[in-house]
T-cell receptor
Framework: EPEVTQTPSHQVTQMGQEVILRCVPI?????FYWYRQILGQKVEFLVS????????KSEIFDDQFSVERPDGSNFTLKIRSTKLEDSAMYFC????????????FGQGTRLTVV | GEDVEQSLFLSVREGDSSVINCTYT??????LYWYKQEPGAGLQLLTY?????DMKQDQRLTVLLNKKDKHLSLRIADTQTGDSAIYFC??????????FGGGTRLMVKP
């Protein structure tokens, strides 16, 4: 079965540092998403990406966040200057349709900001 | 804004049926989903239902949707120990964003 791969599985970073979370979506998928889950809280939508641009973004996705599809295979989430409250599990997802009926999620990257 | 709520915990005996409930607020939801998360793993799509349907069956899984009450349920027949996991319901809105519930932890006792 095809899968979405995220690296690293766990990243620890110091407050104020930049982090890049990487995702390899399924190869023929066109729609890409990032979600996050702070420990003990709900999974929250961050951003959707299609045709090399952001389609939708939530209030969480402020100027500290950016996404990129640098080489046609990877899909990255960058946090420019991490804060303690950015500590969370970050999930990438991809889909070949505009709905989530065919979306696959990665296993997540746990980001710990210290 | 949209909100999705679930009960936190459900415990059943192996072989029994499990029913996990979910309520949502967004009446314009297009699809509603059930995801399963096992320890250390990502979110696995189990099933979904289009908002103009009221029931969908897929092997051991039955989804019921009551649009009037904005209530969604997932019934797992003949629950097995391998079904122990966290189950999330989610609604999809016009922007194709998912709004998730907090998850229901299902524990299946042998």
């Amino acid at each position: 079965e095809p899968e979405v791969t995220q690296t690293p599985s766990h990243q620890v970073t110091q407050m104020g540092q930049e982090v890049i979370l990487r995702c390899v979506p399924i190869s023929n998928h066109l729609y890409f998403y990032w979600y996050r889950q702070i420990l003990g809280q709900k999974v929250e939508f961050l951003v959707s990406f299609y045709n090399n641009e952001i389609s939708e973004k939530s209030e969480i996705f402020d100027d500290q966040f950016s996404v990129e599809r640098p080489d046609g295979s990877n899909f990255t989430l960058k946090i420019r200057s991490t804060k303690l409250e950015d500590s969370a599990m970050y999930f990438c997802a991809s889909s070949d349709t505009a709905t989530n009926t065919e979306a696959f999620f990665g296993q997540g990257t746990r980001l710990t900001v210290v | 804004g949209e909100d999705v709520e679930q009960s936190l915990f459900l415990s059943v005996r192996e072989g029994d049926s499990s029913v996990i409930n979910c309520t949502y607020t967004d009446s314009s939801s297009t699809y509603l989903y059930w995801y399963k998360q096992e320890p250390g793993a990502g979110l696995q799509l189990l099933t979904y239902i289009f908002s103009n349907m009221d029931m969908k069956q897929d092997q051991r899984l039955t989804v019921l949707l009551n649009k009037k009450d904005k209530h969604l349920s997932l019934r797992i027949a003949d629950t097995q120990t391998g079904d122990s996991a966290i189950y999330f319901c989610a609604e999809e809105n016009a922007g194709n964003m998912l709004t998730f519930g907090g998850g229901t932890r299902l524990m299946v006792k042998p």
